[in-house]
């Protein structure tokens, strides 16, 4: 059984499989080598190399590990159509991207921001205006692993947590749930909406300018999913005509952001480079559950976090 990766993972960590797996055959490559795919049965990737090109000449591929959590990039079509299991590294985010969205949060409420333009401007003011997470509410579109962490998060500072989903059904860490056709009916409720949503069929525009302008003016929009989740033209129409005080933005609709893009010199945004997620422990996390499904596969058994490739997630 060959294994192909398409990154590289550090040596010690290339060891260790090569340990646990004596009879596989593990193949470390910087970049998708199309003649070593046409070989393999299980490919390891980011997921943003593999074209639908690849999957004509790749004959013996029947697992493809995805060690990031976004999908959209990826042929899914011609891989359900032949057939190929994916898997992903769904969870491994919720730790470095929670801890993050609530450091902005909290650099927000209590005018960090403010402070260090003080500092540099050589300024003694106490003219700041700190507010209180305590008797908030917060609205997680996306309550997954990720939202749950942070509603989990965020009960703890006393903050109220409304999930939203597609389905209505209940989420960990959520005081209550909603389905994005109701959204309108709880935004004006919130001081905190943080998108985490994937890129789908479903959520791709989900955010229109009349869900922005429902908002309180003093609610901070955060989002941490996938840029095109909302419609970036109403997004800065609504924070020029402040309909909303602040967005914190890890991702766009484009990437990188654009030279010279109105965001990167908006005093209420901050512009991330789509670094939340980032972490010393990414790769780790992800080839523990690369292991515990390579186990699983050679048992015959079923795999953690399995695609359902006509969702997308």
């Given at each position: 059984?060959?294994?192909?990766?398409?990154?590289?993972?550090?040596?010690?960590?290339?060891?260790?499989?090569?340990?646990?797996f004596p009879n596989a055959e593990f193949v470390f490559q910087k970049g998708l080598n199309e003649e070593l795919l046409k070989?393999?049965?299980?490919?390891?990737?980011?997921?943003?190399?593999?074209?639908?090109?690849?999957?004509?000449?790749?004959?013996?591929?029947?697992?493809?590990?995805?060690?990031?959590?976004?999908?959209?990039?990826?042929?899914?079509?011609?891989?359900?159509?032949?057939?190929?299991?994916?898997?992903?590294?769904?969870?491994?985010?919720?730790?470095?991207?929670?801890?993050?969205?609530?450091?902005?949060?909290?650099?927000?409420?209590?005018?960090?921001?403010?402070?260090?333009?003080?500092?540099?401007?050589?300024?003694?003011?106490?003219?700041?205006?700190?507010?209180?997470?305590?008797?908030?509410?917060?609205?997680?579109?996306?309550?997954?692993?990720?939202?749950?962490?942070?509603?989990?998060?965020?009960?703890?500072?006393?903050?109220?947590?409304?999930?939203?989903?597609?389905?209505?059904?209940?989420?960990?860490?959520?005081?209550?749930?909603?389905?994005?056709?109701?959204?309108?009916?709880?935004?004006?409720?919130?001081?905190?909406?943080?998108?985490?949503?994937?890129?789908?069929?479903?959520?791709?525009?989900?955010?229109?300018?009349?869900?922005?302008?429902?908002?309180?003016?003093?609610?901070?929009?955060?989002?941490?999913?996938?840029?095109?989740?909302?419609?970036?033209?109403?997004?800065?129409?609504?924070?020029?005509?402040?309909?909303?005080?602040?967005?914190?933005?890890?991702?766009?609709?484009?990437?990188?952001?654009?030279?010279?893009?109105?965001?990167?010199?908006?005093?209420?945004?901050?512009?991330?480079?789509?670094?939340?997620?980032?972490?010393?422990q990414y790769v780790v996390r992800a080839l523990q559950i690369f292991s515990r499904n390579l186990n699983a596969w050679l048992?015959?058994?079923?795999?953690?976090?399995?695609?359902?490739?006509?969702?997308g997630y």
């Amino acid at each position: 059984m060959k294994i192909l990766f398409s990154f590289l993972p550090k040596q010690e960590q290339q060891d260790e499989l090569i340990r646990k797996f004596p009879n596989a055959e593990f193949v470390f490559q910087k970049g998708l080598n199309e003649e070593l795919l046409k070989s393999s049965q299980i490919l390891v990737t980011y997921g943003e190399d593999l074209y639908a090109s690849h999957l004509e000449t790749a004959e013996q591929l029947k697992w493809i590990m995805v060690a990031s959590a976004g999908l959209e990039k990826m042929p899914l079509q011609e891989i359900a159509n032949r057939g190929i299991v994916v898997t992903n590294v769904r969870g491994i985010h919720k730790t470095p991207m929670a801890e993050t969205i609530l450091a902005h949060i909290l650099s927000i409420k209590k005018s960090l921001p403010l402070v260090n333009e003080n500092q540099r401007n050589g300024e003694w003011s106490k003219r700041v205006f700190p507010n209180e997470l305590l008797g908030s509410t917060a609205i997680i579109l996306g309550p997954g692993a990720i939202g749950g962490e942070v509603g989990r998060i965020l009960l703890a500072f006393g903050v109220h947590t409304i999930g939203c989903n597609s389905s209505g059904r209940p989420a960990p860490f959520m005081e209550e749930v909603v389905t994005f056709d109701k959204l309108n009916e709880v935004l004006p409720k919130a001081d905190i909406v943080i998108s985490i949503l994937p890129s789908t069929q479903q959520t791709i525009r989900l955010i229109t300018y009349e869900h922005l302008q429902s908002m309180k003016p003093t609610v901070i929009f955060m989002n941490f999913g996938r840029g095109d989740v909302v419609n970036e033209e109403h997004l800065l129409r609504a924070l020029e005509e402040e309909q909303i005080a602040y967005a914190v933005l890890d991702v766009f609709e484009k990437e990188p952001l654009t030279e010279g893009h109105p965001f990167w010199s908006m005093n209420n945004v901050i512009v991330s480079p789509h670094v939340s997620s980032h972490s010393s422990q990414y790769v780790v996390r992800a080839l523990q559950i690369f292991s515990r499904n390579l186990n699983a596969w050679l048992e015959q058994k079923s795999l953690e976090n399995e695609i359902d490739l006509e969702k997308g997630y």
